[in-house]
Nanobody, 115 residues
Framework: QVQLVESGGALVQPGGSLRLSCAAS????????MAWYRQAPGKQRDLVAA???????DYADSLQGRFIISRDTAKSTVYLQMNSLKPEDTAVYYC?????????WGQGTQVTVSS
């Protein structure tokens, strides 16, 4: 079992920045990749960014380079730095881990971009 706990969600003004954190615990030894997804009201859950076990990263094309995913292996934590935030970035952001034991999700953290 893997437990994922997200934090860092908040209300932020357009153009602002925010950093989300996802702390992983449990059986995380064979984690293939971790990722951030987001789900806006009435919409499907979409991939935002992912980081593989070897450090390779992947991003949704729509982000236009505004978000950066990173990790601190020693802390078993993955981060999502979000810059130049727009109202359309408003969503619940979920952490995801793919391991040899299965796929796991966090409970989500709310990000609201509004003036």
């Amino acid at each position: 079992q893997v437990q994922l706990v997200e934090s860092g969600g908040a209300l932020v003004q357009p153009g602002g920045s925010l950093r989300l954190s996802c702390a992983a615990s449990g059986s995380i030894f064979n984690t293939y990749a971790m990722a951030w997804y987001r789900q806006a009201p009435g919409k499907q859950r979409d991939l935002v960014a992912a980081i593989a076990f070897d450090g390779r990263t992947d991003y949704a094309d729509s982000l236009q380079g505004r978000f950066i995913i990173s990790r601190d292996t020693a802390k078993s934590t993955v981060y999502l730095q979000m810059n130049s935030l727009k109202p359309e970035d408003t969503a619940v952001y979920y952490c995801n881990a793919i391991t040899d034991g299965g796929t796991y999700w966090g409970q989500g953290t709310q990000v609201t971009v509004s003036s």
